[in-house]
Nanobody, 118 residues
Framework: QVQLVESGGGLVQPGGSLRLSCAAAGPIFNINTMGWYRQAPGKQRELAATITRGGITTYADSVKGRFALSRDNAKNTVYLQMNSLKPEDTAVYYC????????????WGQGTQVTVSS
């Protein structure tokens, strides 16, 4: 079945960088928008960044200028480059994708922890 496989989370100091990857695997016919959402402790899940198949990106105001989202359509993979990380970026980051297999379904990854702390 279709699944999203995430990698790249971890612990980083304030001002540091991390790169998250998310690869869609399985019987995939087409992928529309892909992106990353995040959920901090005690808070609701929120959008971090999304990218359409054509490369149009959307960013949360809190990450604009620091995060960069890109995708490789040939590899069904999306990358989130996170720079100038702040403690408030600490959260579980979830990959999200609109995928057409037998029908269109929105899939979620299992989540990867990003901790920004000195």
């Amino acid at each position: 079945q279709v699944q999203l496989v995430e990698s790249g989370g971890g612990l980083v100091q304030p001002g540091g960088s991390l790169r998250l990857s998310c690869a869609a695997a399985g019987p995939i016919f087409n992928i529309n928008t892909m992106g990353w959402y995040r959920q901090a402790p005690g808070k609701q899940r929120e959008l971090a960044a999304t990218i359409t198949r054509g490369g149009i990106t959307t960013y949360a105001d809190s990450v604009k200028g620091r995060f960069a989202l890109s995708r490789d359509n040939a590899k069904n993979t999306v990358y989130l480059q996170m720079n100038s990380l702040k403690p408030e970026d600490t959260a579980v980051y979830y990959c999200n994708a609109e995928i057409q297999s037998t029908r269109w379904i929105t899939y979620w990854g299992q989540g990867t922890q990003v901790t920004v702390s000195s």
